[in-house]
């Protein structure tokens, strides 16, 4: 059949017009495909984009915990050069508006005003040391514990104190800080400070037969508004203030260490995930926050490195860690400028190498490290306290504060400028009651590039070497950077690697917070007889080794060995065993399971009415992480001296080391054969330096 005309023109429009639906119907089909791929793609990626949400989430919470750790150290290290330098009000305003104080046994004050009365009552009614006042309070063995809300924290410390006024007394104090802290808006402040009075007595006669003649009363022409917390003998009498952290034998958890096992952030639902590029740049920032805190690790160690070199008379490799065109000014010296200039001076302080008949020991404590926002320079205030002695000749004592420039130069931290003002000198026999020592005048061979920056005098004068940093409560504030563009990630793939990589940047700050607590644990221990807490924080195979005693294998023969220091254990009356760890120099391994510390010992010791004297040493000891978490490997110190306390180390008689002892013999012989002071030893090191790469060896040994 054949159409034409009209009807050949309907139908022709029919047939085009079904033709079109056939085709619409067709592309729909196609668009609605193409749809659902994209739908599936953004559900994707917006699923993506919360895993890594809550990546970065729960990294920023774990580095956030790690920065407070450090400003609770800042913190109650600033209290103490404050209290050391009688700067009361910057004193009284670290604490939070409740704040409380407890001081020995002279009852709780309660409230900053009420601190702040209490603190001038102790200081004199003045805000500053009078001319002749020696009043340091050395902050040393930190044991910080975080709260789980990340707005507590509490933190045991122990206190050295040198305190007296020239021409009249001096005393020795020591004794442990039980601390409480809040950060309010952002800021930690000391929520309460509790110290425990375990020795304070007489420079003269120390402690071996002369009781503590303050009796744990400071200030008695204002009253408490609480009587004390706890009752207690002062010495000879002892009293062990409570643990925060978990110390039943065998046990060694997060609680104790400091750092659990890191929650992770809430889930994020996909449609609330951020963009990618606000991602990145979130990645960046903790980036950068991260290797901000990297930065003031390698600034303590730098200080820390410096000074076991120094003890040894290590010049070469004290001097390698400064930068080119350094300076180091050392007291009255005056300015050395350059490597070269640098090391010359080292030099004239003696021959290269540990020397026999020579002690110099120089512990640096209560470091306090502030870095640039660029991430390139940081400035740290460290606290100097010396231990000289030529055999036969003179010893003293030296305190002094570092203030220290510190830059990074191609990836490798370095000194850049170091100025060390000595606050007090005086000879051993003497103490600061009786003689003050001037500054040493500069050199003239070499002589100095520079005359002296500054113009002063040591004590008995009064001088307060400048802080590089205001109060960091009231001066709180830090300047950030915004994040480089170098560290954003272009993809989520780059992101996720990034992120691969701070977990084990930020899990490595995580272990150097635990390990400096179980360093601290360890010493606490230690000093309080708790034989089996002690044994109970190595590994089942754990190794000790002290004073050339021999080889105590396994957690058992640790326990056995302990017994070696008084088989009763736990505090006796008149009994003194107070031992200080600090000044640690922490290196993990690249696993991130074994790690190994330089740290110094200095022990207190005595029984009362028999004997007194002190021990100093070095400590270098391995630690393995199982299950988590942290466990001594072993423990091996090298001691340096043992001295009577009467006489010191001056005319201190050659001995060896305690050694094997036959009724409780050991596992093995000792590893490494020692010689004390006045002998001249040169105790390993197990890092190499830490500018050069170089291992360190004693001249004879190179």
Known sequence: MRFSGPAAAALGAGLMLAACGDNVQTTQTAEDGVQGETDAADSEDAAERAALQQRIETLEARRQLVEDSNDIKRLQHSYGFYLSEGLYSDMADLFAEGG?????????YRGRDRVREY????????????????????????????DPDGQSAQGRWRAIILTGQYGENAMWGEGPYTNT?????????LDS???????????????????????????????????????????????????????????????????????????????????????????AVLTQETSRIEAENAAENLQRVFSYYIDKHMWTDAAALFADGA???????????????????????????????????????????????????????FQGWNQRARHGQWARWETGVYETDFVNEGGVWKIAAMTYYQTMATPYEDGWGKTGLPLEAPLSDPAPDSPPSTDYESYPAAFTPPFHYGNPVTGAGEETAAPDSALIAGDAGALAAQLESLERRITALEDIEALENLNSIYGFYLAHNQWDSLAGIFTEDGIIEIAMRGQYVGRDAVRRNLDLYGEQGGEQHGLLHNHMQFQPVITLAPDGDTAKIRSRALSIMGQFGAYSQWMGGVYENDFTKIDGEWRIQRDQVFNTYFAPYASGWKDNDRRTPPGITDANPPDLPPSLPFEMYPSAFLPPYHYPNPVTGAATLAPDQG
């Open 100 to 108: 409380s104080i407890e001081i020995a046994l002279d009852g709780v």
């Open 327 to 381: 300076t180091l000014e050392w007291g009255g010296s005056g300015i050395y400028r350059g490597a070269d200039s640098i090391l010359a001076w080292l030099q004239a302080q003696g021959a290269e190498g540990p020397q026999e008949g020579v002690l110099d020991d120089h512990m640096v404590i209560m470091p306090t490290v502030h870095v640039a926002p660029d991430g390139m320079t940081a400035q740290g205030r």
């Open 119 to 146: 603190l001038f009552a102790l200081g004199g009614g003045q805000d500053s040391l009078p001319e002749g006042a020696l009043n340091e309070h050395f902050q040393v063995m930190p044991v910080v514990t975080l």
């Open 193 to 283: 400070v509790h110290w425990y009075d375990s020795v304070m007595v007489p420079y003269e006669t120390g402690w071996l037969e002369t009781p503590d003649p303050t009796m744990g009363r400071f200030v008695t022409t204002l009253q408490p508004d609480a009587p004390p917390t706890v009752q207690y003998e002062t010495w000879p009498g002892v009293h062990l203030p409570p643990f925060h952290f978990r110390n039943a034998a065998g046990e060694t958890t997060a609680a104790m260490t400091g750092f659990a096992a890191p929650v992770p952030a809430a889930p994020v639902a996909p449609e609330e995930a951020e963009p990618l590029d606000d991602l990145a740049r979130r990645a």
């Open 181 to 189: 802290y809040v950060k309010e808006d952002g800021v930690w402040k």
